[in-house]
């Protein structure tokens, strides 16, 4: 099993930029597919994007259409932790934001197909 923690929520002005972090405890990271999900208030949650690594077929990321360019998704192995860099924020990032892994397979935007969850952080996005 995995326990996902999320950290470095926070307030951020439109434009500028937040790194949230998923610290993964339980085993490597490389057995396990990846996906940041976010929910705002009233509205369904949301798939951000994701990432799996693996030695024989190295990163593969994948993004919501509404990041896509702005923010990125890496991975510290070292570290068991996965980062989401969030640069030129929007109104309309504002969310709480999550973290989830599943045993295997690919990034999908499907939050069901994720069995471990974060208790996700907020981020909040003024004008």
């Known amino acids: 099993q995995v326990q996902p923690v999320e950290s470095g929520g926070g307030l951020a002005q439109a434009g500028g930029s937040l790194r949230l972090s998923c610290v993964a405890s339980?085993?490597?990271?490389?057995?396990?597919?990846m996906g940041w999900f976010r929910q705002a208030p009233g509205k369904e949650r949301e798939f951000v994007g994701g990432?799996?690594?693996?030695?024989?077929?190295?990163?593969?990321?994948h993004y919501a259409d509404s990041v896509k360019g702005r923010f990125t998704i890496s991975i510290d192995n070292a570290k068991n932790t996965v980062y989401l860099q969030m640069n030129s924020l929007k109104l309309e990032d504002t969310a709480v934001y999550y973290c989830?892994?599943?045993?295997?397979?690919?990034?999908?935007?499907?939050?069901?197909?994720?069995?471990?969850w974060g208790q996700g952080t907020q981020v909040t996005v003024s004008s």
């Open positions: 339980g085993r490597a990271l490389s057995v396990y597919t």
């Open positions: 989830a892994f599943r045993d295997y397979g690919l990034v999908t935007d499907r939050d069901y197909e994720y069995r471990y």
């Open positions: 990432i799996k690594w693996s030695e024989w077929s190295g990163t593969s990321t």
